[in-house]
């Protein structure tokens, strides 16, 4: 089955800065990569989304890269702010209903 | 609307209660899905339904049994769970199924005894 790999774990930044976080997938069949927020004590929440016939997409502060080839993709977080302190979780999907495989979570801290 | 409700937000049972979640979108959503979290990882896919027919078990243990007695109602039936069943469920649900945004509930964190 797919697997994805996550990096780093956490990642500290201070406000203003910029955040990067990677995945790798493992199925080249995989084709939908969703990266969710989830803050404490509520459940995950989708930021952006990418389809493999897609390289990059962005969404304000908020952009995503895919390299099918390499089988990677990143989030970028540019002019971090302290509400932007969360859990963030990348996933990869290939099969119908939806499954999707989820990345081992990085905990992003912004510091004021 | 793109609301995700679960009842009850907290539940404390003991090993041989039986217990239901319930997960309730009105988004007009075809799939829904019951993941489980544990502290510190990411959700784990438990079930799915497509179209009100369960789609895809994760190979979970009996003691969990969904129902999903309509397309926008999801349950979860707990039975005789162990303590380390103990974790965050999380219902979500997508329009179709296929490549799409999962919306997620806020989650029951359960608690077992």
């Known amino acids: 089955g797919e697997n994805v790999e996550q990096h780093p774990s956490t990642l500290s930044v201070q406000e203003g800065d910029s955040a990067v976080i990677k995945c790798t997938y493992s199925d080249s069949a995989s084709n939908y990569f969703p990266w969710y927020k989830q803050e404490l004590g509520k459940g995950p929440q989708l930021i952006i989304d990418i389809r493999s016939n897609v390289g990059e997409k962005k969404d304000q502060r908020i952009a995503v890269t895919l390299n099918k080839t390499a089988k990677h993709f990143s989030l970028h977080i540019t002019e971090t702010q302290p509400e932007d302190s969360a859990v963030y979780f990348c996933a990869a999907s290939q099969s119908s209903y939806g499954k999707l495989t989820f990345g081992q979570g990085t905990i992003l801290t912004v510091h004021p | 609307d793109t609301e995700v409700t679960q009842t009850p937000k907290h539940l404390v049972m003991g090993m041989t209660n039986k217990k239901s979640l319930k997960c309730e979108q009105h988004?007009?959503?075809?799939?829904m899905y019951w993941y489980k979290q544990k502290a510190k990882k990411p959700p784990e896919l438990m079930f799915v339904?497509?179209?009100?027919?369960?789609?895809i078990n994760e190979s979970v243990p009996s003691r969990f049994s969904p129902e999903c007695p309509n397309s926008s109602l999801l349950n979860l039936h707990l039975h005789a769970l162990q303590p380390e069943d103990s974790a965050l469920y999380l219902c979500a649900s997508s329009h179709t199924g296929d490549l799409e945004t999962q919306y997620f509930g806020p989650g029951t964190r359960l608690l077992v005894l």
């Open positions: 988004m007009g959503h075809r799939a």
């Open positions: 339904y497509s179209y009100e027919k369960l789609s």
